[in-house]
Nanobody, 117 residues
Framework: QVQLVESGGGLVQPGGSLRLSCAAT????????MGWFRQAPGNERELAAT???????NIGTPVKGRFAISRDNVKNTVYLQMNNLKPEDTAVYYC???????????WGQGTQVTVSS
């Protein structure tokens, strides 16, 4: 089993920045694609960004140019740097890990990000 532990959410003013972290523990292989999805009230869960072990990224259209994703393969940790935050970025952000070898997906418990003045 894989556990994903998120940190770094909170309240920030429009135009501000936050960095989310997610550490994977348990039976992690290290080859998993990791990343972040988000879900605002009344909306479906949507892609924020994902990154493979090799560093290939997939960034969601609403956040391109403002969010950046990175990972530390030694620590099995993924980071989401969020800049120039907007009120529409307000959502619960969920850490995600996918193993193509095991055909399994895991989710973190979610961390709230609120962008408001």
């Amino acid at each position: 089993q894989v556990q994903l532990v998120e940190s770094g959410g909170g309240l920030v003013q429009p135009g501000g920045s936050l960095r989310l972290s997610c550490a994977a523990t348990g039976s992690i292989l290290g080859s998993e694609t990791m990343g972040w999805f988000r879900q605002a009230p009344g909306n479906e869960r949507e892609l924020a960004a994902t990154i493979t072990r090799g560093g290939s990224t997939n960034i969601g259209t609403p956040v391109k140019g403002r969010f950046a994703i990175s990972r530390d393969n030694v620590k099995n940790t993924v980071y989401l740097q969020m800049n120039n935050l907007k009120p529409e970025d307000t959502a619960v952000y969920y850490c995600y890990a996918y193993s193509p070898i095991r055909a399994r997906t895991w989710w973190g418990q979610g961390t709230q990000v609120t962008v408001s003045s």
